[in-house]
C-alpha cells in the first residue's frame, strides 16, 4: 500500500543555488534527522552529494540532489534539463510486493541490482515521471540509526 508521498527528488546545480531558494525564501529547514552524516549524504554510484529537507510539520521531505559531474544519471539529467523535479517518490510498506504488482500492471522497473532498498520505474510509463518506491522499514532502520544531529550511531 502506499502510504503517503516520501519525497521530491529536485535536481540542483549547487547547494548555495537550492538552499537560497528552499531554505532562505521558503524558509524550509534540513532534516538532521534523515541526513545520516554530519552535513552531506555522497552517492557514490551518481557522485553526487544529496541533503534532507523538511517540509513543514508533515513527512514529506524534498531530496536535494547535487550532481558533482556528468558522469551519472543526476549529472547528465542536470546537464539536459537544468534545476528541476527529477523524481517523486512513494513510502509504501512493502518494495518487492508493490514493484512486483506494478511491473504485472506493465510498468517497467528500473535495475538498480540485487541489494536495492528502494524500486525505480521508466518515467515513459508514469506520465514522464521518474517514479521511486521507498520501503517504509529502510527507513524506519535508517531513523533508528540516525542521533539528533545526524551522528551515526556504531
Same mark, same amino acid.
Given at each position: 500500500m502506499i502510504l503517503h508521498i516520501d519525497h521530491l527528488g529536485l535536481v540542483a546545480r549547487s547547494y548555495d543555488e537550492a538552499a537560497d531558494?528552499? *531554505?532562505?525564501?521558503? !524558509?524550509?529547514?534540513?532534516?538532521?534527522?534523515?541526513?545520516?552524516?554530519? $552535513? =552531506?549524504?555522497?552517492?557514490?554510484? @551518481?557522485?553526487?552529494?544529496?541533503?534532507?529537507?523538511?517540509?513543514?510539520?508533515?513527512?514529506?521531505?524534498?531530496?536535494?540532489?547535487?550532481?558533482?559531474?556528468?558522469?551519472?544519471?543526476?549529472?547528465?539529467? *542536470?546537464?539536459?534539463? !537544468?534545476?528541476?523535479?527529477?523524481?517523486?517518490?512513494?513510502?509504501?510498506? $512493502? =518494495?518487492?510486493?508493490?514493484?512486483? @504488482?506494478?511491473?504485472?500492471?506493465?510498468?517497467?522497473?528500473?535495475d538498480l541490482g540485487p541489494d536495492a532498498a528502494a524500486a525505480f520505474f521508466q518515467p515513459k510509463d508514469t506520465m514522464g515521471i521518474l517514479t521511486e518506491l521507498v520501503d517504509v522499514r529502510t527507513m524506519d532502520r535508517l531513523h533508528e540509526t540516525a542521533r539528533p544531529g545526524g551522528a551515526r550511531v556504531d
Open positions: 531558494l528552499l *531554505l532562505g525564501t521558503f !524558509g524550509l529547514v534540513l532534516d538532521d534527522g534523515r541526513n545520516p552524516e554530519p $552535513d =552531506v549524504i555522497y552517492m557514490a554510484r @551518481e557522485n553526487a552529494d544529496i541533503y534532507f529537507v523538511k517540509v513543514g510539520g508533515g513527512e514529506t521531505r524534498i531530496e536535494l540532489l547535487l550532481p558533482r559531474d556528468a558522469s551519472g544519471g543526476m549529472g547528465r539529467w *542536470l546537464q539536459k534539463r !537544468g534545476p528541476s523535479v527529477h523524481h517523486i517518490a512513494f513510502m509504501v510498506d $512493502d =518494495v518487492a510486493l508493490h514493484s512486483a @504488482e506494478l511491473r504485472d500492471k506493465g510498468l517497467r522497473q528500473i
